[in-house]
């Protein structure tokens, strides 16, 4: 058993390399569309690769390791804004290209998104982003469903304050599915 959790094994290192191989896209894009950078959503995702793999011989067995690495991405997430420090920001010195159309709408929500607190944050990007249910949800960020809940609609209410004529893209109201 030693060897196991060492990572020691090499088919349990091959195993682990195959889920990585297949789950790192969505993982990726759910972390970017929390942090909204995507250099800290490869950070999150490495950091949620690195703690499975310390219990990956727990992991593979669990009915569902996709819905845990999300978790553990979602985790990762809070954590890093719990720790994070003010650091001068880069952004008016990067020149960023002409976005036109749909890519407009979509980095118009980004930013939006970007501005809600992390835990609102991640509750919105899990219910709307992964369409994941009130239950699914409260179990991914170990709260209660009403907190899903009342986040939701906290959330919501502040994308449609923010979006301004962007807001009719979102849901008319928070379903209890």
């Given at each position: 058993?030693?060897?196991?959790?060492?990572?020691n094994?090499?088919?349990?290192?091959?195993?682990?390399?195959?889920?990585?191989?297949?789950?790192?896209?969505?993982?990726?894009?759910?972390a970017?569309?929390?942090?909204?950078?995507?250099?800290?959503?490869?950070?999150?995702?490495?950091?949620?690769?690195?703690?499975?793999?310390?219990?990956?011989?727990?992991?593979?067995?669990?009915?569902?390791p996709?819905?845990?690495?999300?978790?553990?991405?979602?985790?990762?997430?809070?954590?890093?804004?719990?720790?994070?420090?003010?650091?001068?920001?880069?952004?008016?010195?990067?020149?960023?290209?002409?976005?036109?159309?749909?890519?407009?709408?979509?980095?118009?929500?980004?930013?939006?998104?970007?501005e809600?607190?992390?835990?609102?944050?991640?509750?919105?990007?899990?219910?709307?982003?992964?369409?994941?249910?009130?239950?699914?949800?409260?179990?991914?960020l170990?709260?209660?469903t009403?907190?899903?809940?009342?986040?939701?609609?906290?959330?919501?209410?502040?994308?449609?304050?923010?979006?301004?004529?962007?807001?009719?893209?979102?849901?008319?109201?928070?379903?209890?599915?």
């Amino acid at each position: 058993m030693r060897s196991l959790r060492k990572g020691n094994n090499p088919e349990l290192q091959e195993e682990f390399r195959d889920f990585v191989t297949g789950s790192q896209g969505h993982l990726r894009r759910s972390a970017y569309v929390l942090c909204g950078d995507w250099h800290l959503a490869e950070d999150l995702v490495q950091t949620a690769y690195q703690r499975m793999f310390r219990s990956w011989h727990r992991v593979r067995v669990m009915d569902l390791p996709d819905a845990y690495a999300r978790r553990v991405v979602y985790n990762c997430f809070l954590d890093s804004r719990k720790w994070q420090r003010e650091a001068a920001s880069l952004e008016g010195l990067v020149d960023r290209p002409a976005v036109e159309g749909d890519a407009a709408v979509r980095l118009t929500i980004l930013a939006a998104l970007a501005e809600l607190a992390p835990r609102t944050r991640a509750v919105v990007a899990l219910r709307y982003w992964e369409d994941q249910s009130v239950e699914q949800t409260a179990a991914a960020l170990g709260i209660s469903t009403g907190t899903v809940k009342s986040m939701s609609a906290r959330g919501l209410a502040q994308l449609r304050d923010r979006l301004g004529d962007f807001a009719t893209l979102l849901p008319d109201s928070v379903e209890t599915r």
